[in-house]
């Protein structure tokens, strides 16, 4: 059954472990469910309490969600179940880092968001910044993006466990 304690992270926990933690919940809550608002709206809310369970600068999080293909648009995003402050509503392939991992495929970490031309400045407090896109097959379907209020918020192993949970949420949701 769920339970809100899934989003309970231990205080002092490792990264790793909060992000294995993470991706042993988000397994337990995607069995039965395949629907993507539900499956993404509870990643979302465990990715934003691991986040606060950690030090610095993973605590200094400040958005952490997903946008995902937009139905009505060629090569656009709309944005989805998200922790944080409203956000842009629509990114094109190719614009921002949200638009570059969709358009290349690939994880975009970026240590400072000044440094990242064309970055979507959805909200100035933002300054680091980590976008996985989730991929069906070839096509991508969403993205997992997450913001940080401070730079170099994210490194590899954000990076190595978000690519985990990407691939998870890929089998686990009918896109
Ligand atoms: N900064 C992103 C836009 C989305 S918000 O950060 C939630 C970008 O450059 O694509």
């Known amino acids: 059954m769920v339970h809100a304690d899934a989003s309970n992270f231990a205080e002092g926990i490792t990264k790793d472990d909060a992000y294995e933690q993470v991706l042993l919940q988000a397994e ?20 934003w309490h691991a986040y606060k369970s950690l030090a610095a600068p993973s ?14 648009a060629s090569e656009q995003l709309i944005l989805g179940p998200f922790q944080g402050k409203v956000a842009c509503q629509t990114i094109k392939f190719g614009k921002g880092v949200c638009g570059t991992a969709a358009a290349t495929k690939t994880t975009q970490l970026v240590e400072d968001v000044e440094k990242f031309p064309g970055h979507i400045a959805c909200d100035s ?11 069906s097959g070839d096509k991508v379907v969403a993205i997992i993006d997450v913001d940080c209020a401070v730079l170099n918020g994210f490194d590899e192993t954000d990076k190595k466990h978000l690519e985990r949970l990407a691939d998870l949420l890929s089998k686990s949701c009918d896109w």
């Open 28 to 47: 337990g809550l995607f069995y039965g469910q395949r629907n993507w608002v539900c499956n993404l709206s509870n990643a979302a809310s465990l990715l």
């Open 59 to 72: 605590s200094e999080v400040n958005w952490a969600g997903f946008y995902v293909l937009d139905p009505t």
């Open 125 to 135: 407090e933002s300054q680091s910044e980590i976008v996985v896109p989730i991929l």
